[in-house]
């Protein structure tokens, strides 16, 4: 290796730019997976906690149909309240028989959309994700049929 | 050209600071996974400690309120429906007795829960405490 050649490897000149060059992919790459990460996880707590809701509200009547009509009110409100399309959740609510101190099942699943998130597709290569939930309550006990 | 005295070596020196940040970020990013996972399964485990709550509270004795106007639980029956409710709600939890707190009035359930930590953390153990105001009323329709 001549002294010139040797000369030009030492200049230490455009050393950070090509560090730059090959740091940022990762640094981009972190940030988008932070952003997925944060946005499915707030998608899944909140699908928990629509469901739950969900549940509490199926248990307080006596009726199937209001039952359910209640639950999934009561999902759609919790899922709005946090910010969250409620359009993009299903909720199903079900009791093996709608009675004093039956058990009622409410899931409620949400599909969280990433691929606004800018290369969030190389983690996500379907560009969104299914948070689903299962809350269980009993039917109230002391109910009266009657209803308001 | 010699070296001057004192100076240095710092070819090497990026690489390392690379590989230090990489590890520093690597340990934070699990440990936000990390918390992340530990709050979802406390919130599940509240959660299952209201419904347990609720279960419990459907088994106050009629009996007795009527006689005496005191709120006390059917043992047995609101200790079952509670494990039964926690454990559906979130797998895994158990317990503590069903009581009615004198001051408030209400059914309190205490449920715990184990998490495995994925780093040095071992095992966690997590607790919550669940409410529900005590349900009596109708036991057969037109009462």
Known sequence: ????????LRNRSGQALVELLLAFPLLVLMAAAVMAFGRIFHAGLQAEAAAHGAARFAAETLSAGRGVWQAQAAAQLALRAAGLDPGRARVWVQ?????????????????VSVSDIPFARWIVPAGFVDQCATAYREIQRWKSQWEP | MEKPMGAVREQGQILVWVLLMLGVMGLLVGMIYEGGRMFRAWRRLRMAAD?????????????????????????PQAQRAAQEAAALN????ACATAYVNPLTG???VRC?????GLLLLGEIRLAARGEARPAFGARNEGE
């Open chain 2, 112 to 116: 715990y829960g184990r998490i495995r």
């Open chain 2, 51 to 75: 419904a347990a709550a609720f279960a419990a509270a459907q088994w106050v004795d009629p009996d007795t309120f009527q006689a005496s106007g005191r709120v006390v639980l059917r043992w």
């Open chain 1, 1 to 8: 290796m001549g002294p010139l050649m040797r000369k030009r």
């Open chain 1, 95 to 111: 009791a093996a028989r709608w009675g004093r101190g039956e058990r009622v099942r409410a899931q409620v699943c949400l599909r």
């Open chain 2, 90 to 93: 979130a797998p895994g939890a």
């Open chain 2, 106 to 108: 209400k059914v309190v």
